[in-house]
């Protein structure tokens, strides 16, 4: 026999090692369980919830932009996109071949969604096409049993009714560029869109809005499960203008009869601009969808220059619209009266060189308002001789000229109101007498902006008070928007008469350089002011055979066209300026311009009420968008 | 065949009464929680897991009986051919298995399909329980009677890596080794053969496949790689950890649930339980297997047979193995080596041969008193 108790005891002895090593193994289990699910617990918890949870942004809707009257002006519209679900469908290169039958499709655009579909997951809808037609929406639901894995989605883009008759106001959106980003989560959603110009771009901020957020649960391939919460953002506020729409569209219609050409008018007290156009303009709606940079060099080529905005941006020498700057700095300088006269021969000399009256003939005899009436540049040449160009520089800047006037647009230009020290800073050379004969009629260095001409003429008419233009009245609490206190810049009552008087007189004496341009309408009666301003020299041979007419010359060697004016005469409640660039004479081109809208202004009251008027009086009655 | 007995054959009804039922409890208690968690995993549905694991629990549990009733003589007197019986399937799964198949592990019986490597470790534990059976203790310490048991273990072994399946050779071989460990097989020799197998290392390395040498790797540092070969280990880790001490709530694991897991109804299995039930969980399921352990030492320890004593061991080996392996590797303590949660994990193979080999133990059980001699004889 087989001495099995011998074979028993060691079998036990190793069968209790064997168990304690097991033991002790399974100890380091329960030991590594006690690590995992104790000790290191909260931050593997913290790593399932980041697994599990995705957090999604939602864009806000963009705040709308309204005229005065609350009319939008920029919207947002549905905008319908068709995507595709790659695990839909069997083949997508099938699918993409039917669909061609009913949008055409570029190989590029079938290049780009076969790219995204090899690398996308495959329950991740890709953008086949953006901004659809209504007729290609309906012609993929009708066919949609044929095109499985095909939706369409719908979602909002920036839609700006009236095109190019605000684009210069409202400017556009556009998509995010890297210069752009802040920070602002917002700015980093694909497709999302910020103001780029205009007002768009200076109140950005307050259209965009608050990005709301949703915890999305998603599987381990990012699938959405459920969603956990959401948190609706904050939509961007709406933004109100100044901008009568009407009364721009108004202006637009008008400004598109001539090549390019700028109009503003303002409330002389409150500042309110009411038009605000600048021709030829663009369409920015065009920009929000994307433009072929073909279309973005016509635009920036073009020599109509349509992406400036000319009424803000645009500088010229304002002509003989200056003159009201130069008489109230002798006036107030005291150096002259109304009652002082000049003699006009059709020139004046300046040791031996000759400068030219408009009027070859020359007027005669002219006092103050006469010079005013007949925009006598001789009796301009006399005066601001006599003051000097820094007084004038001085009163220019008062009535606001030479600085931005600080509306709230991008890109505003300074102008340029020289002085003696400017001169030396900026050329290095000392001035010259005859260049204050030509600062006398507004030519030379002088530059100013088209808005810059209506904030003038506004001080002159609102009884010298410092108004400046604003395109969004400022909110009081209790809703109701506030009118600002203006100071009064410094310029006696009396002065000012002379210079209303004077303007008066040009549109309504038989003689005055735009009486044509009057407005007969009792108690609307418009007082203004033309200008016509030299691009290029006249040379001295040329004078001596025969000065070319405008028409007879390029276009690009035209003069240019403006007149400044207010309405009504008595108690000025607007003021105008329009610049027509190369437009000839501003008596012929630019005064009637400035009656239209003046005329239309009056007739529409905007600053009157808060109501929408009446338009029955619009030449062209706007059709509703 | 009375002459080949010593001892009298008992009744069928005496043997029922004789079964183990805490044993069974304990065994169906476990089973019961794998199919919770399979219908869990199954989003709370008996499809497509839990309702056919159910099917496989009871046909197991029929053959466990079956196993447990018959007489250990039986199980003694064949143990080889069966052995050699699982051998040929081994060979045909080779053979016929490569035929229009890519993983080479499944046989197709027509109404199963068998993995026998599987089976072989319950095969193993027969065989090697039966040829130490017959040694002395003096033989035992002899090194030419070592030769045949390493030749049991060397070919299943080595059919099993051509498939390659490294886990389960890898399990063989410790199976085997807690046989030889318990049989009496002296200590320096595991040194030796432990200290050659360290010298083997880069010799194996060399041989493994990419996969499994990537497998390794990263387990040494499975965060340096989350969204590659580290992936299953890291959210298996996340799965485990957030669940914490009590668990997210059944059916609420949110890792398993949105598939950060991995095969969860198989060998990521206890990552579902400890994620939705938390470290109680895992301690009951833990306890519920110790409680199985102790009940094999303990009848090993109070079988008359050394036959039935080294089957108890090694049956009770063969569930430490699984579960320590799966666990150990679900919670990033080994590389995933694709071994499965006895009774817990889906599947029909490992189901069947956990049931079988408790079957064997509960055998051990009923026939505790029968004796048989070294060479057949009865004592």
Known sequence: MYRDATRFKRFTRRVALLGGGKFVLLSLLAGRMYQLQVIESDKYKTLAEENRINLRLLPPPRGRILDRFGRPVAINQENYRVTLVAEQVSNVEDLLDSLSGILSLSDHERQRILREVRRRRDFVPITVRENLEWGDVSRIEVNAPDLPGLSIEVGQSRKYPYASDFAHVLGYVSAVSENDVTGDPLLELPGFKIGKNGVERVFDLSLRGKAGNSQVEVNAMGRVIRELSRQEGQPGDDIKLTIDRDLQKLAADRLKQEESAAAVVMDVHNGDVLVLSSVPGFDPNRFVTGLSSRSWRELLNDPRTPLINKAASGLYAPGSTFKMAVALAALEAGIVDQDHEVFCSGHTLLGNTKFHCWEKHGHGWQDMLDAHQNSCDVYFYDIATRVGVDRIAAMANKLGLGRKTGIALPGEKNGTIPTRAWKKAALGSSWQLGETLITGIGQGFVLTTPLQLAVMTSRLANGGFAVTPRLVRPQLDDGRSADPKFKPVGISDRALDIIREGMTRVTNVQRGTAYSARISDKGMEMAGKTGTAQVRRISKAERETRVLKNHERPWKERDHALFVGYAPTKNPRYAAAVVVEHGGGGSKVAAPIARDLLRATQMRDPSGSDAVPNDEFLPSKSEEA | ?379
């Open chain 2, 1 to 379: 065949m009375g002459t080949f007995f010593s001892t009298p054959r008992l009744s069928l009804g005496r043997k029922m009464l004789q079964i183990n039922w805490g044993l069974i409890l304990i065994v169906t208690a476990t089973a019961a929680i794998g199919l919770a968690m399979l219908y869990s995993a199954a989003n709370g549905s008996w499809n497509p897991w839990a309702g056919r694991q159910l099917i496989r629990f009871g046909v197991g549990l029929a053959v466990l009986i079956v196993i447990a009733l018959v007489d250990i003589r039986f199980w003694w007197r064949y143990a080889f051919l069966i052995y050699g019986a699982l051998l040929c399937l081994l060979v045909a799964v080779e053979v016929f298995g490569s035929v229009g198949m890519g993983a080479q592990r499944w046989i197709n019986l027509g109404v199963i399909r068998l993995q026998p490597s599987e089976l072989m470790k319950v095969g193993l534990v027969l065989a090697l329980a039966r040829y130490f059976h017959g040694l002395s203790t003096e033989d035992v310490g002899r090194i030419p009677y070592l030769i045949v048991p390493l030749i049991l273990v060397a070919l299943p072994t080595a059919l099993v890596l051509k498939q390659p399946d490294l886990g389960t050779a890898l399990f063989l071989i410790m199976i085997a080794g807690a046989i030889f460990f318990v049989a009496g097989v002296k200590l320096w020799k595991f040194v030796v053969v432990l200290g050659a197998a360290g010298a083997a290392v880069p010799i194996v390395w060399s041989t493994l496949r990419s996969y499994q040498q990537k497998r390794i790797l990263t387990f040494l540092d499975p965060e340096s790689d989350p969204l590659g070969a580290g992936y299953h280990i890291l959210q298996s880790k996340i799965a485990l950890g957030s669940g914490g001490m009590f668990g997210k709530g059944f059916m609420q694991g949110s890792q398993s649930h949105l598939n950060f897991l991995p095969e969860k109804q198989t060998d990521f299995i206890f990552t579902v339980l400890a994620e939705e039930l938390g470290m109680a969980g895992g301690l009951a399921l833990l306890g519920l297997y110790v409680l199985m352990m102790i009940y094999g030492f303990a009848i090993g320890l109070r079988a008359r047979t050394h036959f039935g004593r080294l089957v108890a061991l090694g049956i009770t080996s063969m569930v430490f193995f699984y579960v320590f392996i799966n666990i150990a590797m679900v919670m990033g303590l080994i590389p995933v080596v694709g071994v499965p949660l006895p009774l817990i994990s889906y599947g029909g193979t490992a189901m069947l041969t956990l049931m079988i080999g408790i079957g064997f133990l509960i055998n051990v059980y009923v026939h505790r008193d029968v004796t048989i001699s070294r060479t057949g004889g009865g004592a």
